[in-house]
């Protein structure tokens, strides 16, 4: 079968990226971050969408560059569909189809959960079919059975906030800067993950809740900072590691219950939170005690990327999966 050339665009968040790839090896991934959030502690939607419109072509024309391709020799043009912030996918989704169609080239159209859990197939080690991939980012947390690219199962959701939104909103909690999480996580290397004691959301089935934490964090401060106002800046990397460390137990314990009942032994993690130094090292703990394979992409490709939409694609493409010139960006877009 012939191997084809796609160039890929991500646009669901604050990062704007392009990829190319042939025959299922990235000759270019390129992604532009966007510092003006920072001042404002998070993503504004409409800020957002106008940095897309200033970053898509110059990161376009760098990808082909890097990956010495001219537009013409492209086979497809992806992007993503959703789920994401509405203004964000659509900049991406008009630019992609009127490139496809200047083009006279087919148009893909992919899912951003997927493409995160494809992302394991962008490098060796790969993991083998089926196994289970605990997907975690500031704006998702999903326990998914992977039985091929296109047949994926949703077994176990958040029922309120993401992981990664727990891990930035108890940071700005402690005052950290934006984006909090890695900050979080570089102080809690630093503490100890027991000294303070916070509830791990307990649900049914293999859901996450992580709302009961940031309420139970915002009045244990608030208690404790009334007889003390720097209690804080005093037990700053005790505090960070116990919150991590109470996270990452709600996600393990889900992900052990759903490996164990559907009988799973390849484990994979993906997202932005997946670079988690502390994530990853209770992971591994875990998956050499049970006996697992554990598999995580490298950090480029854990965090928002068009080189995993790419990967995504190209599945699609030999799939025959593609989308009519119609088709509208879906901030809601479902995994099924």
């Given at each position: 079968m012939h191997s084809p050339v796609i160039l890929a665009?991500?646009?669901?968040?604050?990062?704007?990226?392009?990829?190319?790839m042939a025959g299922g090896e990235i000759l270019a991934n390129v992604v532009a971050t966007q510092q003006v959030h920072e001042q404002y502690g998070g993503v504004v939607p409409e800020l957002a969408s106008r940095a897309h419109q200033q970053h898509l072509i110059p990161v376009v024309q760098e990808a082909l560059r890097r990956a010495k391709v001219d537009k013409s020799a492209l086979d497809a043009v992806a992007f993503t569909?959703?789920?994401?912030?509405?203004?964000?996918?659509?900049?991406?989704?008009?630019?992609?189809?009127?490139?496809?169609?200047a083009l006279d080239k087919p148009l893909?159209?992919?899912?951003?959960?997927?493409?995160?859990?494809?992302?394991?197939?962008?490098?060796?080690?790969?993991p083998a079919f089926p196994f289970l991939c605990l997907t975690?980012?500031?704006?998702h947390?999903?326990?998914?059975?992977?039985?091929?690219?296109?047949?994926?199962?949703?077994?176990?959701?958040?029922?309120?906030?993401?992981?990664?939104?727990?891990?930035?909103?108890?940071?700005?909690?402690?005052?950290?800067?934006?984006?909090?999480?890695?900050?979080?996580?570089?102080?809690?290397?630093?503490?100890?993950?027991?000294?303070?004691?916070?509830?791990?959301?307990a649900m049914p089935g293999y859901d996450f809740s992580?709302?009961?934490?940031?309420?139970?964090?915002?009045?244990?401060?608030?208690?404790?900072?009334?007889?003390?106002?720097?209690?804080?800046?005093?037990?700053l990397a005790d505090l960070c590691a116990s919150i991590q460390h109470t996270i990452i137990q709600t996600l393990l314990r889900q992900l052990v219950r759903a490996a164990e009942d559907n009988g799973?032994?390849?484990?994979?993690?993906?997202?932005?939170?997946?670079?988690n130094s502390g994530l990853r090292a209770a992971l591994t703990a875990l998956t050499a005690e049970k006996g697992w394979e554990v598999f995580i992409p490298?950090?480029?490709?854990?965090?928002?990327?068009?080189?995993?939409?790419?990967?995504?694609?190209?599945?699609?493409?030999?799939?025959?999966?593609?989308?009519?010139p119609l088709v509208s960006p879906d901030p809601r877009l479902k995994l099924t």
């Open positions: 665009i991500e646009s669901s968040c604050d990062d704007t990226s392009a990829a190319v569909q959703g789920p994401g912030l509405l203004g964000s996918l659509l900049v991406g989704s008009m630019f992609a189809k009127t490139f496809a169609q893909i159209a992919v899912n951003h959960m997927r493409a995160h859990i494809l992302a394991h197939f962008i490098r060796a080690p790969r975690v980012s500031g704006g947390t999903q326990l998914v059975i992977v039985r091929s690219p296109m047949d994926m199962q949703v077994i176990g959701q958040t029922i309120d906030d993401a992981a990664g939104e727990a891990f930035d909103k108890t940071a700005k909690l402690l005052g950290l800067p934006y984006p909090g999480g890695p900050h979080l996580d570089k102080q809690a290397k630093l503490g100890n993950p027991t000294r303070f004691s916070f509830p791990v959301g992580f709302s009961g934490l940031k309420t139970s964090v915002l009045y244990f401060l608030r208690q404790q900072t009334a007889q003390n106002p720097d209690f804080v800046a005093e037990n799973l032994t390849q484990i994979a993690l993906a997202g932005g939170v997946a670079a490298d950090f480029e490709f854990c965090t928002d990327n068009a080189g995993m939409v790419a990967m995504t694609a190209h599945f699609q493409y030999e799939n025959g999966d593609f989308a009519s």
